[in-house]
């Protein structure tokens, strides 16, 4: 990000015209307290997975994980954070990255844990993205071989049951 002049017309300008290198930098959010004192850093630029906590807005308070970042209009989408239209229908409402604070982060990117210099073994499976259901599935299966599929009649294709179902033309003239 190249040191913009002072002038509003000309910050604007460089916000219409970033690249998306320079727009990922700019779209850094504060670290909480508490991952402040962990990682050392202060802020870091959002990314999908990570938890935020909304500091204004109509949904000051609330806890979401990020769904979407959208560059282009240097806004961030999350979960459960919906507005109805005149329709009744929900949208998702876009937020500024200025009105947030990283609650939690998505260390499952190994490039991630190096910027900040942490150790595998330090990162928790939830900060990895993985949860516990997906833990327990791949143990199930090792524990107990899967048992061998009963052979069962293959189901006949439409077309054969139709022609099966309708007695040929010729049959009836022969009976007849």
Do not use: C
Not at 117 to 139: K, L
Not at 140 to 156: F, G, L, S, T, V
């Amino acid at each position: 990000m190249s040191d913009s002049p002072h002038s509003p017309r000309r910050q604007r300008k460089a916000l219409y015209t970033a690249t998306t290198f320079e727009r990922r930098r700019r779209m850094t959010v504060p670290l909480s307290r508490d991952l402040r004192r962990r990682f050392h850093a202060r802020s870091l630029p959002i990314r999908k997975g990570d938890t935020v906590r909304v500091l204004s807005g109509s949904f000051v308070g609330r806890e979401e994980r990020v769904a979407k970042i959208d560059r282009r209009d240097y806004t961030v989408v999350l979960d459960n954070v919906t507005l109805k239209t005149g329709e009744d229908k929900l949208k998702a409402l876009p937020i500024r990255p200025s009105h947030l604070v990283i609650t939690r982060l998505n260390l499952s990117d190994p490039w991630r844990r190096r910027v900040l210099q942490v150790a595998d073994e330090d990162v928790t499976p939830e900060e990895r993205g993985e949860t516990a259901e997906e833990e327990a599935t791949p143990e199930a299966p090792a524990a107990a071989p899967p048992a061998e599929p009963e052979e069962a009649p293959a189901p006949k294709p439409k077309r054969a049951a139709k022609k099966a179902a309708a007695p040929a033309p010729d049959a009836e003239e022969e009976s007849a």
